[in-house]
Each structure stands twice: as C-alpha cells, then as structure tokens.
C-alpha cells in the first residue's frame, strides 16, 4: 500500500514537473517572438517525438507579419526519456504526437 502511495506520488509529480518544464519553454519561446518579429502570437500548437533516446519537443506558434500575412514560427527542445510522462511517452512511441490540449487543460486547471 505504502509502495503504491509513492508510485503514484512520483508519477504525479513527474507529471507536474514534465507540464511546468513544457510551459515554461512555450512562454519563453512566444516572449523571445514577440520582441523578435514586433508581433502578437495568436496561437501554438505542441508536438511530441521519440527521437532514438530522447523525445523531441516542438511548438509552432502562429502570428502575423507586418504585410498582414501569416507566419510560423517552430521552436524545438530535446527532452530525456525519464522527464516524459508514460502516457505521452506510449503516444509519442510511434510517430508525432500533439498534446497541445493536454496544455491547454493544464493553464486551465
């Protein structure tokens, strides 16, 4: 019982750490963007990949140019295996994955 209590406690915090450290880097990166390119950042998306040992991480974040058209801009990170959840790990196992609605749930939350 008390093993099952600390199983789920690390895995809790894992997951809580995995979400801050994602977060973290996606406000860095639209920050970084909107000083760059002078510009508001209307939206991202957040893509996760198994990459041999490690998985990447990739957000696209869409803007507007000063003629008014679209742009994208892709920021990418490299994250070990240990930092990524089970359940994203199981979903980034066979290809890219998006988990921009895990993220959004989780700023809601």
Not at 25 to 38: C, H, S, T
Not at 80 to 96: F, M, Q, T
């Amino acid at each position: 019982m008390i093993l099952a209590a600390l199983l789920i406690g690390a895995a809790i915090w894992g997951l809580a750490h995995f979400w801050k450290d994602i977060i973290g880097f996606m406000q860095r990166a639209i920050e970084k963007i909107k000083v760059l390119y002078n510009t508001i950042v209307y939206g991202s998306k957040v893509f996760i990949k198994k990459m041999g040992e490690v998985y990447r991480e990739t957000c696209k974040h869409y803007s507007k140019n000063r003629m008014g058209q679209w742009q994208e801009t892709i920021t990418t990170k490299e994250i070990s295996e240990n930092e990524v959840p089970k359940e994203i790990r199981e979903r980034a196992y066979y290809g890219e994955t998006e988990i921009t609605e895990e993220i959004e749930a989780e700023l809601t939350a």
